[in-house]
Protein backbone atom coordinates (compact mmCIF):
# COMPACT_ATOMS: atom_id res chain seq x y z
CA UNK A 1 0.00 0.00 0.00
CA UNK A 2 2.60 2.31 0.93
CA UNK A 3 4.79 1.53 -2.26
CA UNK A 4 1.41 2.25 -4.52
CA UNK A 5 0.97 5.53 -2.23
CA UNK A 6 4.50 6.57 -3.18
CA UNK A 7 3.85 5.90 -6.64
CA UNK A 8 1.15 7.83 -6.52
CA UNK A 9 2.76 10.82 -4.92
CA UNK A 10 5.64 10.41 -7.58
CA UNK A 11 3.40 10.66 -10.33
CA UNK A 12 1.40 14.25 -8.59
CA UNK A 13 4.80 15.44 -8.71
CA UNK A 14 5.94 14.48 -12.12
CA UNK A 15 2.56 15.86 -13.77
CA UNK A 16 3.33 19.26 -11.27
CA UNK A 17 6.81 19.41 -12.68
CA UNK A 18 5.15 19.09 -16.06
CA UNK A 19 2.78 21.77 -15.67
CA UNK A 20 5.22 24.04 -14.85
CA UNK A 21 7.67 23.23 -17.22
CA UNK A 22 4.82 23.71 -20.13
CA UNK A 23 3.83 27.10 -18.01
CA UNK A 24 7.37 28.39 -18.07
CA UNK A 25 7.65 27.27 -21.62
CA UNK A 26 5.38 29.59 -22.61
CA UNK A 27 7.11 32.51 -24.38
CA UNK A 28 6.87 36.43 -23.33
CA UNK A 29 4.55 37.83 -25.78
CA UNK A 30 2.45 40.93 -26.41
CA UNK A 31 -0.59 39.55 -27.89
CA UNK A 32 -3.10 42.72 -27.42
CA UNK A 33 -2.65 46.77 -26.90
CA UNK A 34 -5.07 48.87 -26.41
CA UNK A 35 -5.83 52.13 -25.74
CA UNK A 36 -8.26 52.38 -22.47
CA UNK A 37 -10.15 54.39 -19.94
CA UNK A 38 -10.39 58.03 -21.66
CA UNK A 39 -9.79 57.66 -25.09
CA UNK A 40 -10.17 61.41 -25.04
CA UNK A 41 -7.45 61.95 -22.85
CA UNK A 42 -3.99 62.92 -24.60
CA UNK A 43 -2.14 64.62 -22.22
CA UNK A 44 -1.80 60.97 -19.73
CA UNK A 45 -3.30 58.50 -22.51
CA UNK A 46 -3.43 54.62 -20.67
CA UNK A 47 -3.00 51.45 -22.86
CA UNK A 48 -4.22 48.10 -21.64
CA UNK A 49 -1.77 45.10 -22.51
CA UNK A 50 -2.34 41.68 -22.48
CA UNK A 51 1.04 39.57 -22.06
CA UNK A 52 0.92 35.29 -22.18
CA UNK A 53 4.03 33.92 -20.50
CA UNK A 54 4.36 37.06 -18.38
CA UNK A 55 5.10 35.76 -14.33
CA UNK A 56 4.81 36.72 -10.99
CA UNK A 57 8.01 38.55 -10.41
CA UNK A 58 9.90 41.44 -11.06
CA UNK A 59 9.39 42.99 -15.16
CA UNK A 60 10.43 45.46 -16.89
CA UNK A 61 8.36 47.54 -19.10
CA UNK A 62 10.49 49.68 -21.40
CA UNK A 63 9.19 51.83 -24.01
CA UNK A 64 11.79 53.48 -26.68
CA UNK A 65 14.65 51.75 -24.50
CA UNK A 66 13.11 53.80 -21.43
CA UNK A 67 11.95 51.87 -18.31
CA UNK A 68 8.59 53.05 -17.51
CA UNK A 69 8.26 53.78 -13.62
CA UNK A 70 6.19 51.51 -10.96
CA UNK A 71 4.30 54.21 -10.27
CA UNK A 72 2.77 53.76 -14.45
CA UNK A 73 2.52 50.20 -14.32
CA UNK A 74 -0.84 48.16 -12.97
CA UNK A 75 -0.57 44.64 -12.92
CA UNK A 76 -4.64 43.14 -13.23
CA UNK A 77 -5.94 39.85 -14.03
CA UNK A 78 -4.08 38.35 -17.32
CA UNK A 79 -3.64 42.01 -18.21
CA UNK A 80 -0.81 45.44 -17.12
CA UNK A 81 -2.07 48.92 -17.49
CA UNK A 82 0.59 51.42 -18.31
CA UNK A 83 0.28 55.18 -18.05
CA UNK A 84 2.40 57.22 -20.51
CA UNK A 85 3.14 60.91 -20.28
CA UNK A 86 3.08 62.21 -23.79
CA UNK A 87 4.59 65.57 -23.29
CA UNK A 88 7.70 63.49 -22.64
CA UNK A 89 7.68 60.36 -24.59
CA UNK A 90 7.35 60.08 -28.49
CA UNK A 91 5.44 57.15 -30.17
CA UNK A 92 7.52 54.46 -30.34
CA UNK A 93 7.80 50.81 -29.40
CA UNK A 94 7.17 48.87 -26.52
CA UNK A 95 8.28 45.56 -25.20
CA UNK A 96 8.78 43.40 -21.49
CA UNK A 97 11.69 42.12 -20.36
CA UNK A 98 11.54 39.27 -17.41
CA UNK A 99 13.88 36.94 -16.53
CA UNK A 100 15.93 37.22 -20.13
CA UNK A 101 13.41 37.07 -21.91
CA UNK A 102 11.79 40.05 -24.02
CA UNK A 103 8.93 40.11 -25.46
CA UNK A 104 7.52 41.28 -29.45
CA UNK A 105 8.19 45.17 -29.48
CA UNK A 106 4.70 46.71 -30.02
CA UNK A 107 3.83 50.31 -31.55
CA UNK A 108 2.38 52.56 -29.05
CA UNK A 109 1.34 55.77 -30.63
CA UNK A 110 1.09 58.41 -28.49
CA UNK A 111 -1.95 60.48 -31.48
CA UNK A 112 -5.03 61.39 -30.46
CA UNK A 113 -7.33 59.04 -33.11
CA UNK A 114 -8.52 55.55 -31.12
CA UNK A 115 -12.02 54.28 -31.75
CA UNK A 116 -13.31 51.49 -30.25
CA UNK A 117 -15.25 48.18 -31.20
CA UNK A 118 -18.37 46.65 -30.34
CA UNK A 119 -19.11 43.91 -27.94
CA UNK A 120 -20.28 40.49 -29.07
CA UNK A 121 -23.75 41.52 -27.48
CA UNK A 122 -24.09 44.86 -29.05
CA UNK A 123 -23.22 43.74 -33.00
CA UNK A 124 -27.27 42.19 -35.16
CA UNK A 125 -27.41 41.29 -38.71
CA UNK A 126 -29.20 43.95 -40.85
CA UNK A 127 -31.43 43.22 -43.84
CA UNK A 128 -28.54 42.67 -46.03
CA UNK A 129 -27.41 39.62 -43.66
CA UNK A 130 -24.15 41.47 -42.37
CA UNK A 131 -22.90 41.77 -39.49
CA UNK A 132 -23.15 45.82 -37.86
CA UNK A 133 -22.78 47.89 -34.99
CA UNK A 134 -25.62 48.85 -33.17
CA UNK A 135 -24.97 51.61 -30.77
CA UNK A 136 -21.64 52.46 -32.08
CA UNK A 137 -21.49 54.88 -34.82
CA UNK A 138 -19.27 57.88 -35.87
CA UNK A 139 -20.14 61.26 -36.59
CA UNK A 140 -17.91 63.69 -39.37
CA UNK A 141 -18.24 66.86 -38.02
CA UNK A 142 -18.46 70.11 -40.93
CA UNK A 143 -15.01 71.54 -41.19
CA UNK A 144 -16.41 75.19 -40.12
CA UNK A 145 -16.93 73.41 -36.11
CA UNK A 146 -15.21 73.28 -33.60
CA UNK A 147 -14.94 68.96 -33.42
CA UNK A 148 -15.04 68.18 -29.91
CA UNK A 149 -16.96 71.06 -28.68
CA UNK A 150 -19.99 69.82 -31.22
CA UNK A 151 -19.49 65.88 -30.87
CA UNK A 152 -20.12 66.67 -27.16
CA UNK A 153 -23.37 69.37 -28.01
CA UNK A 154 -24.42 66.48 -30.51
CA UNK A 155 -24.30 63.36 -27.92
CA UNK A 156 -25.67 65.54 -24.81
CA UNK A 157 -28.64 66.27 -27.34
CA UNK A 158 -29.15 62.60 -28.66
CA UNK A 159 -28.55 60.76 -25.20
CA UNK A 160 -25.36 59.39 -26.55
CA UNK A 161 -21.91 58.90 -25.19
CA UNK A 162 -18.09 60.31 -27.28
CA UNK A 163 -16.11 57.30 -26.80
CA UNK A 164 -13.25 57.64 -29.82
CA UNK A 165 -12.10 60.22 -32.29
CA UNK A 166 -10.11 61.01 -35.08
CA UNK A 167 -9.45 64.93 -34.30
CA UNK A 168 -7.67 65.45 -37.61
CA UNK A 169 -10.40 64.50 -39.57
CA UNK A 170 -13.05 66.09 -37.31
CA UNK A 171 -14.48 63.04 -36.72
CA UNK A 172 -15.68 61.45 -33.76
CA UNK A 173 -17.51 57.78 -32.30
CA UNK A 174 -20.16 58.51 -30.60
CA UNK A 175 -22.17 55.35 -28.31
CA UNK A 176 -25.76 55.63 -29.51
CA UNK A 177 -28.71 54.72 -26.16
CA UNK A 178 -29.99 52.56 -29.21
CA UNK A 179 -30.95 48.66 -28.07
CA UNK A 180 -31.79 47.91 -31.79
CA UNK A 181 -31.31 48.54 -35.31
CA UNK A 182 -34.36 50.31 -35.78
CA UNK A 183 -33.47 53.03 -32.87
CA UNK A 184 -30.04 53.04 -34.38
CA UNK A 185 -31.27 53.90 -37.89
CA UNK A 186 -33.48 56.48 -36.21
CA UNK A 187 -30.73 58.10 -34.57
CA UNK A 188 -28.62 58.63 -37.45
CA UNK A 189 -31.01 59.89 -39.91
CA UNK A 190 -31.57 62.58 -37.11
CA UNK A 191 -28.04 62.45 -36.31
CA UNK A 192 -27.26 63.00 -40.18
CA UNK A 193 -29.38 65.94 -40.90
CA UNK A 194 -27.72 68.05 -38.19
CA UNK A 195 -26.27 71.27 -40.09
CA UNK A 196 -22.98 70.85 -38.20
CA UNK A 197 -22.49 67.22 -39.38
CA UNK A 198 -21.42 66.06 -42.79
CA UNK A 199 -21.75 62.56 -42.45
CA UNK A 200 -22.82 59.71 -40.12
CA UNK A 201 -20.41 56.38 -40.25
CA UNK A 202 -22.33 53.00 -39.43
CA UNK A 203 -19.57 50.19 -38.83
CA UNK A 204 -20.47 46.99 -40.82
CA UNK A 205 -17.83 44.56 -39.60
CA UNK A 206 -16.19 41.77 -40.81
CA UNK A 207 -13.10 43.30 -42.59
CA UNK A 208 -10.77 41.63 -40.64
CA UNK A 209 -12.12 38.53 -42.20
CA UNK A 210 -9.50 36.50 -44.51
CA UNK A 211 -11.07 36.35 -48.30
CA UNK A 212 -8.07 35.66 -50.11
CA UNK A 213 -8.20 33.16 -52.83
CA UNK A 214 -5.29 31.17 -51.56
CA UNK A 215 -5.78 28.32 -53.72
CA UNK A 216 -3.34 27.78 -56.42
CA UNK A 217 -4.28 26.77 -59.93
CA UNK A 218 -2.63 25.32 -61.32
CA UNK A 219 0.27 24.80 -58.45
CA UNK A 220 2.65 28.10 -57.89
CA UNK A 221 5.98 27.80 -57.39
CA UNK A 222 6.92 31.32 -55.80
CA UNK A 223 10.43 30.74 -57.05
CA UNK A 224 8.93 31.90 -60.49
CA UNK A 225 6.91 34.79 -58.94
CA UNK A 226 9.54 36.34 -57.29
CA UNK A 227 11.67 36.45 -60.88
CA UNK A 228 8.62 38.43 -62.27
CA UNK A 229 9.09 41.05 -60.63
CA UNK A 230 12.70 40.70 -60.84
CA UNK A 231 13.14 40.53 -56.77
CA UNK A 232 16.29 39.31 -56.55
CA UNK A 233 18.08 41.48 -59.12
CA UNK A 234 16.86 44.66 -57.07
CA UNK A 235 18.12 43.00 -53.80
CA UNK A 236 21.22 42.40 -55.71
CA UNK A 237 21.13 46.12 -57.23
CA UNK A 238 20.52 47.48 -54.15
CA UNK A 239 23.06 45.98 -52.11
CA UNK A 240 26.19 46.34 -54.63
CA UNK A 241 25.45 49.38 -56.02
CA UNK A 242 24.98 51.45 -52.54
CA UNK A 243 28.55 49.68 -51.62
CA UNK A 244 30.26 51.52 -53.95
CA UNK A 245 32.69 53.70 -52.03
CA UNK A 246 33.83 55.73 -55.36
CA UNK A 247 30.24 56.42 -55.83
CA UNK A 248 28.73 56.64 -52.19
CA UNK A 249 24.79 57.22 -51.69
CA UNK A 250 23.48 58.24 -48.40
CA UNK A 251 20.62 56.43 -47.53
CA UNK A 252 18.03 57.70 -45.32
CA UNK A 253 15.61 55.71 -42.76
CA UNK A 254 11.91 55.14 -43.78
CA UNK A 255 9.01 54.55 -41.84
CA UNK A 256 6.47 52.28 -43.38
CA UNK A 257 3.12 51.38 -41.67
CA UNK A 258 0.96 47.94 -42.61
CA UNK A 259 -2.10 48.00 -41.50
CA UNK A 260 -3.13 44.75 -40.51
CA UNK A 261 -3.87 42.90 -36.93
CA UNK A 262 -0.59 40.88 -36.06
CA UNK A 263 2.72 39.08 -36.38
CA UNK A 264 3.35 35.29 -35.50
CA UNK A 265 6.85 36.31 -33.72
CA UNK A 266 6.83 32.20 -33.02
CA UNK A 267 7.90 32.02 -36.79
CA UNK A 268 11.45 31.92 -37.61
CA UNK A 269 10.68 34.04 -40.09
CA UNK A 270 10.14 36.89 -37.32
CA UNK A 271 11.74 35.28 -34.21
CA UNK A 272 15.06 37.84 -34.46
CA UNK A 273 12.76 40.48 -33.89
CA UNK A 274 12.67 40.29 -30.29
CA UNK A 275 12.87 43.18 -27.44
CA UNK A 276 15.12 46.12 -28.39
CA UNK A 277 15.54 45.60 -32.07
CA UNK A 278 16.43 49.16 -32.93
CA UNK A 279 19.86 48.46 -31.01
CA UNK A 280 21.52 48.15 -34.56
CA UNK A 281 20.67 50.96 -36.43
CA UNK A 282 20.99 49.88 -39.51
CA UNK A 283 18.49 46.51 -39.96
CA UNK A 284 14.62 46.83 -40.58
CA UNK A 285 12.70 46.48 -37.58
CA UNK A 286 9.06 44.88 -37.16
CA UNK A 287 6.48 46.28 -34.67
CA UNK A 288 3.38 44.25 -34.29
CA UNK A 289 1.13 42.61 -31.73
CA UNK A 290 2.05 38.87 -31.40
CA UNK A 291 -0.48 36.26 -33.65
CA UNK A 292 -1.51 32.68 -32.63
CA UNK A 293 -0.10 31.04 -36.02
CA UNK A 294 2.16 31.63 -38.88
CA UNK A 295 -0.56 31.41 -41.29
CA UNK A 296 -2.38 34.61 -40.64
CA UNK A 297 -2.24 37.60 -43.14
CA UNK A 298 -0.86 39.86 -41.03
CA UNK A 299 2.21 37.81 -41.08
CA UNK A 300 1.99 36.85 -44.60
CA UNK A 301 1.39 40.37 -45.60
CA UNK A 302 4.46 41.51 -43.20
CA UNK A 303 6.98 38.87 -44.29
CA UNK A 304 6.96 40.15 -48.18
CA UNK A 305 8.31 42.96 -46.78
CA UNK A 306 10.46 41.32 -43.37
CA UNK A 307 10.62 38.63 -43.29
CA UNK A 308 14.10 36.62 -42.21
CA UNK A 309 15.65 35.11 -45.21
CA UNK A 310 16.47 30.95 -45.29
CA UNK A 311 14.20 29.85 -42.99
CA UNK A 312 12.06 27.85 -45.09
CA UNK A 313 9.35 30.46 -45.36
CA UNK A 314 9.04 33.69 -46.80
CA UNK A 315 11.87 36.07 -47.86
CA UNK A 316 11.53 40.15 -47.06
CA UNK A 317 12.77 42.34 -49.61
CA UNK A 318 13.59 45.06 -47.05
CA UNK A 319 15.51 42.59 -44.74
CA UNK A 320 17.43 41.95 -47.37
CA UNK A 321 18.59 45.56 -47.69
CA UNK A 322 20.04 45.50 -44.06
CA UNK A 323 24.15 44.95 -44.94
CA UNK A 324 23.69 48.51 -46.68
CA UNK A 325 20.24 50.21 -45.73
CA UNK A 326 19.28 52.62 -43.43
CA UNK A 327 17.13 51.11 -40.61
CA UNK A 328 13.64 50.48 -42.38
CA UNK A 329 10.43 50.42 -39.45
CA UNK A 330 7.82 48.25 -40.48
CA UNK A 331 4.78 49.34 -38.40
CA UNK A 332 1.75 46.55 -37.79
CA UNK A 333 -1.26 48.40 -36.50
CA UNK A 334 -4.85 48.62 -36.95
CA UNK A 335 -5.96 50.05 -33.75
CA UNK A 336 -8.75 48.15 -32.83
CA UNK A 337 -11.02 45.54 -34.57
CA UNK A 338 -13.59 48.35 -35.27
CA UNK A 339 -13.41 47.83 -39.10
CA UNK A 340 -13.10 50.35 -41.89
CA UNK A 341 -13.20 53.04 -39.25
CA UNK A 342 -9.86 51.64 -37.10
CA UNK A 343 -7.81 51.22 -40.29
CA UNK A 344 -8.48 55.05 -40.55
CA UNK A 345 -7.61 55.83 -37.06
CA UNK A 346 -4.42 53.84 -37.39
CA UNK A 347 -3.18 55.29 -40.64
CA UNK A 348 -4.20 58.78 -39.09
CA UNK A 349 -1.75 57.91 -36.33
CA UNK A 350 0.85 56.57 -38.31
CA UNK A 351 1.32 59.23 -40.42
CA UNK A 352 1.55 61.52 -37.93
CA UNK A 353 4.09 59.15 -36.38
CA UNK A 354 6.33 59.84 -39.43
CA UNK A 355 5.52 56.85 -41.72
CA UNK A 356 6.25 57.98 -45.51
CA UNK A 357 4.41 54.45 -46.93
CA UNK A 358 1.22 53.07 -45.87
CA UNK A 359 0.30 49.32 -46.88
CA UNK A 360 -3.09 48.94 -47.50
CA UNK A 361 -3.88 45.22 -48.01
CA UNK A 362 -7.78 45.41 -47.56
CA UNK A 363 -10.30 46.94 -49.75
CA UNK A 364 -14.65 46.63 -49.75
CA UNK A 365 -17.14 46.01 -52.43
CA UNK A 366 -20.63 47.44 -52.57
CA UNK A 367 -23.58 44.50 -52.45
CA UNK A 368 -24.38 44.70 -56.11
CA UNK A 369 -20.74 44.66 -57.53
CA UNK A 370 -20.70 42.45 -60.08
CA UNK A 371 -17.37 40.83 -61.70
CA UNK A 372 -16.15 40.89 -65.54
CA UNK A 373 -18.30 37.75 -66.09
CA UNK A 374 -21.62 39.81 -65.04
CA UNK A 375 -21.55 37.58 -61.88
CA UNK A 376 -22.13 39.29 -58.58
CA UNK A 377 -18.90 39.64 -56.88
CA UNK A 378 -19.37 37.56 -53.32
CA UNK A 379 -16.03 38.96 -51.04
CA UNK A 380 -15.78 42.19 -48.73
CA UNK A 381 -19.52 43.33 -48.98
CA UNK A 382 -21.25 45.92 -47.13
CA UNK A 383 -24.82 47.87 -47.27
CA UNK A 384 -25.12 51.00 -49.46
CA UNK A 385 -25.46 53.04 -46.52
CA UNK A 386 -22.55 52.14 -44.65
CA UNK A 387 -20.29 52.07 -48.11
CA UNK A 388 -21.65 55.82 -48.00
CA UNK A 389 -20.51 56.52 -44.88
CA UNK A 390 -16.83 54.83 -45.78
CA UNK A 391 -16.23 57.03 -48.64
CA UNK A 392 -16.77 60.32 -46.74
CA UNK A 393 -14.41 58.96 -44.20
CA UNK A 394 -11.71 58.18 -46.96
CA UNK A 395 -12.12 60.98 -48.77
CA UNK A 396 -11.49 63.22 -45.16
CA UNK A 397 -8.52 60.95 -44.81
CA UNK A 398 -6.91 61.75 -48.32
CA UNK A 399 -8.06 65.62 -48.23
CA UNK A 400 -6.47 65.55 -44.79
CA UNK A 401 -3.24 63.56 -45.94
CA UNK A 402 -2.94 66.35 -49.14
CA UNK A 403 -3.39 69.11 -47.19
CA UNK A 404 -0.88 68.76 -44.30
CA UNK A 405 1.61 65.07 -45.39
CA UNK A 406 0.98 65.56 -49.20
CA UNK A 407 4.93 63.36 -49.37
CA UNK A 408 3.44 60.51 -48.07
CA UNK A 409 1.86 57.14 -50.38
CA UNK A 410 -0.78 55.18 -49.50
CA UNK A 411 -0.44 51.45 -51.77
CA UNK A 412 -3.73 49.91 -51.92
CA UNK A 413 -4.42 46.32 -53.36
CA UNK A 414 -7.11 46.22 -56.59
CA UNK A 415 -9.27 43.70 -54.82
CA UNK A 416 -9.99 39.89 -55.22
CA UNK A 417 -13.79 39.89 -57.08
CA UNK A 418 -12.69 39.53 -60.51
CA UNK A 419 -14.40 43.06 -60.79
CA UNK A 420 -13.64 46.52 -61.84
CA UNK A 421 -11.41 48.88 -59.27
CA UNK A 422 -12.28 52.47 -60.32
CA UNK A 423 -16.13 51.88 -60.19
CA UNK A 424 -16.65 54.37 -56.50
CA UNK A 425 -20.23 53.15 -55.91
CA UNK A 426 -19.25 49.56 -55.52
CA UNK A 427 -15.27 49.22 -54.95
CA UNK A 428 -13.39 51.04 -51.94
CA UNK A 429 -11.08 52.43 -51.85
CA UNK A 430 -9.28 51.69 -54.80
CA UNK A 431 -10.89 53.67 -56.93
CA UNK A 432 -10.14 57.16 -55.20
CA UNK A 433 -8.44 58.92 -57.75
CA UNK A 434 -5.16 60.54 -56.16
CA UNK A 435 -1.46 61.01 -56.44
CA UNK A 436 -0.41 59.52 -53.17
CA UNK A 437 -2.83 56.22 -53.61
CA UNK A 438 -0.97 53.34 -55.70
CA UNK A 439 -3.41 50.51 -56.61
CA UNK A 440 -1.91 47.31 -57.03
CA UNK A 441 -3.50 44.55 -59.02
CA UNK A 442 -2.37 41.04 -59.38
CA UNK A 443 -0.58 38.34 -61.60
CA UNK A 444 0.65 34.88 -61.49
CA UNK A 445 2.97 33.04 -63.88
CA UNK A 446 1.58 32.09 -67.23
CA UNK A 447 2.76 28.63 -68.87
CA UNK A 448 4.07 30.37 -71.83
CA UNK A 449 8.47 29.30 -72.17
CA UNK A 450 8.85 33.37 -73.16
CA UNK A 451 11.33 35.66 -71.34
CA UNK A 452 10.83 37.53 -68.62
CA UNK A 453 10.50 40.94 -70.22
CA UNK A 454 7.52 39.27 -72.66
CA UNK A 455 4.23 40.36 -71.99
CA UNK A 456 3.14 36.97 -72.18
CA UNK A 457 5.50 36.16 -69.47
CA UNK A 458 2.75 36.35 -66.68
CA UNK A 459 -0.69 36.96 -66.76
CA UNK A 460 -3.29 38.33 -64.77
CA UNK A 461 -4.70 36.75 -61.41
CA UNK A 462 -8.02 35.31 -62.55
CA UNK A 463 -9.29 36.82 -59.51
CA UNK A 464 -7.86 40.53 -59.65
CA UNK A 465 -9.58 43.93 -60.14
CA UNK A 466 -8.38 45.06 -62.47
CA UNK A 467 -9.43 48.26 -65.15
CA UNK A 468 -7.48 51.86 -65.65
CA UNK A 469 -7.46 52.67 -62.04
CA UNK A 470 -4.53 50.20 -61.56
CA UNK A 471 -1.25 51.20 -61.32
CA UNK A 472 0.91 48.56 -61.97
CA UNK A 473 0.64 44.42 -61.06
CA UNK A 474 3.06 42.84 -59.17
CA UNK A 475 3.23 38.79 -58.11
CA UNK A 476 -0.12 37.88 -56.59
CA UNK A 477 1.44 34.56 -54.72
CA UNK A 478 4.00 34.12 -52.15
CA UNK A 479 5.53 31.78 -49.20
CA UNK A 480 3.67 32.20 -46.50
CA UNK A 481 5.66 32.19 -43.10
CA UNK A 482 6.47 28.27 -41.97
CA UNK A 483 6.38 27.42 -37.84
CA UNK A 484 9.23 25.35 -38.03
CA UNK A 485 12.72 26.26 -39.42
CA UNK A 486 13.59 25.09 -43.03
CA UNK A 487 10.06 23.92 -43.07
CA UNK A 488 8.40 25.41 -46.41
CA UNK A 489 5.92 27.61 -45.90
CA UNK A 490 2.20 27.59 -47.17
CA UNK A 491 1.20 29.28 -50.82
CA UNK A 492 -1.26 32.12 -50.55
CA UNK A 493 -2.19 33.91 -53.62
CA UNK A 494 -4.52 37.58 -53.56
CA UNK A 495 -3.91 41.26 -54.28
CA UNK A 496 -2.67 41.58 -50.47
CA UNK A 497 0.26 40.04 -51.33
CA UNK A 498 1.27 42.31 -54.20
CA UNK A 499 0.53 45.63 -52.87
CA UNK A 500 3.66 44.72 -50.07
CA UNK A 501 5.87 44.16 -53.41
CA UNK A 502 5.44 47.38 -54.40
CA UNK A 503 5.39 49.19 -50.90
CA UNK A 504 8.87 47.93 -50.79
CA UNK A 505 10.20 49.04 -53.45
CA UNK A 506 8.50 52.71 -52.59
CA UNK A 507 10.10 52.77 -49.41
CA UNK A 508 13.30 51.57 -50.53
CA UNK A 509 13.78 54.42 -53.36
CA UNK A 510 12.69 56.75 -51.06
CA UNK A 511 16.14 55.22 -48.72
CA UNK A 512 17.62 56.46 -51.89
CA UNK A 513 16.10 60.17 -52.47
CA UNK A 514 13.61 60.84 -49.80
CA UNK A 515 12.90 63.96 -51.87
CA UNK A 516 10.63 61.90 -54.46
CA UNK A 517 6.73 63.08 -54.32
CA UNK A 518 4.01 60.48 -55.07
CA UNK A 519 3.58 61.60 -58.58
CA UNK A 520 7.43 61.49 -59.30
CA UNK A 521 7.51 58.14 -57.48
CA UNK A 522 4.62 57.11 -59.59
CA UNK A 523 5.84 58.00 -62.80
CA UNK A 524 9.07 56.16 -62.41
CA UNK A 525 7.05 52.88 -61.02
CA UNK A 526 5.28 53.39 -64.80
CA UNK A 527 8.36 54.13 -66.19
CA UNK A 528 10.39 51.40 -64.84
CA UNK A 529 7.47 48.72 -65.63
CA UNK A 530 7.43 45.44 -67.75
CA UNK A 531 4.75 44.83 -69.43
CA UNK A 532 1.68 42.50 -68.84
CA UNK A 533 -1.37 41.66 -70.99
CA UNK A 534 -2.04 42.47 -74.96
CA UNK A 535 -1.76 46.19 -76.77
CA UNK A 536 -4.62 48.18 -75.47
CA UNK A 537 -6.73 51.40 -77.33
CA UNK A 538 -6.48 53.41 -74.83
CA UNK A 539 -10.43 52.62 -74.25
CA UNK A 540 -11.96 51.02 -70.83
CA UNK A 541 -13.03 48.35 -72.53
CA UNK A 542 -14.26 45.93 -69.49
CA UNK A 543 -11.80 43.39 -68.58
CA UNK A 544 -9.21 44.33 -71.43
CA UNK A 545 -6.97 47.38 -69.29
CA UNK A 546 -5.25 44.73 -66.55
CA UNK A 547 -3.71 48.29 -65.55
CA UNK A 548 -3.60 52.05 -67.01
CA UNK A 549 -2.14 51.13 -70.18
CA UNK A 550 1.88 52.36 -70.70
CA UNK A 551 1.59 55.75 -72.46
CA UNK A 552 4.25 57.41 -74.93
CA UNK A 553 5.20 60.12 -72.29
CA UNK A 554 6.49 56.97 -70.04
CA UNK A 555 8.97 55.79 -72.24
CA UNK A 556 10.30 58.68 -73.08
CA UNK A 557 7.72 59.91 -76.07
CA UNK A 558 9.28 57.45 -78.19
CA UNK A 559 5.78 56.15 -80.46
CA UNK A 560 7.56 53.30 -81.62
CA UNK A 561 8.30 51.38 -78.07
CA UNK A 562 6.29 47.95 -78.26
CA UNK A 563 5.44 48.44 -73.84
CA UNK A 564 3.01 51.50 -75.01
CA UNK A 565 -0.30 50.51 -74.97
CA UNK A 566 0.46 47.44 -72.60
CA UNK A 567 -0.40 47.28 -69.19
CA UNK A 568 2.15 47.74 -66.24
CA UNK A 569 4.06 45.35 -64.58
CA UNK A 570 6.34 46.19 -61.44
CA UNK A 571 9.72 45.55 -62.14
CA UNK A 572 11.95 46.55 -58.74
CA UNK A 573 15.06 46.13 -60.35
CA UNK A 574 14.64 49.16 -62.52
CA UNK A 575 12.45 51.05 -60.34
CA UNK A 576 15.29 50.87 -58.11
CA UNK A 577 17.87 52.14 -60.92
CA UNK A 578 15.35 54.84 -61.72
CA UNK A 579 15.24 56.43 -58.17
CA UNK A 580 19.45 56.51 -58.24
CA UNK A 581 19.32 58.43 -61.41
CA UNK A 582 17.03 60.93 -59.78
CA UNK A 583 19.77 61.76 -57.83
CA UNK A 584 21.48 62.65 -60.64
CA UNK A 585 18.75 64.77 -62.23
CA UNK A 586 17.40 66.45 -58.93
CA UNK A 587 14.18 65.09 -58.77
Given at each position: ????Q ?19 A ?5 T ?44 G ?17 L ?16 G ?91 E ?13 D ?98 G ?22 G ?12 E?G ?118 T ?36 LS ?29 M ?5 T ?16 I ?23
Amino acid sequence: MRKLQAAVVGLVMALSCISINAAAATPLRITQLQRCGDLLETRQPTFCLQVPGLEQGPSQVRINGAPLAADQIDHGAGQIRVQVDAASTPSGPLWIEQQGQSSNPVWVSLGSSHVVAADQDAVAQNRDGLTTYVDLVSVIIEEGYDGIEEARRLAKRYDAEVVGAIPPLNTYQFRLPAKNLEQRDAAVLRIGNEVSVDAVVIEESGAEKLVERDIADPPIKTSEEEVSNRFLDAVNFYQRRLEKPSDHIETHPVRIGVIERDVDFDAPDFSDYLGDCRSDMTRTCVYARDAQAAGGHGTTVTGILAAGWDNGGSNGFLRALDQVGPGFDVIVDRNSDAGITANIAASVNLVEDGARVLNWSWGIHRIGARDVNGDPVDSLLRSGIAMSGYEELLEEFFLWLRREHPDVVVVNSAGNGASFSSRDDYRLPSSFVTDQLFVVGGHQRSSKDVDLDDPDYVTRRKASNSDMRVDITAAACTAGSSPLAEQTGPVHCGTSYATPLVAGVIAAMLSINPELQPDQLRMLLRRSAMTIGGESDFEPMEADDLTAPILPSERGNDLQDPDIGHSARLDMFKALELAVESLKNGR
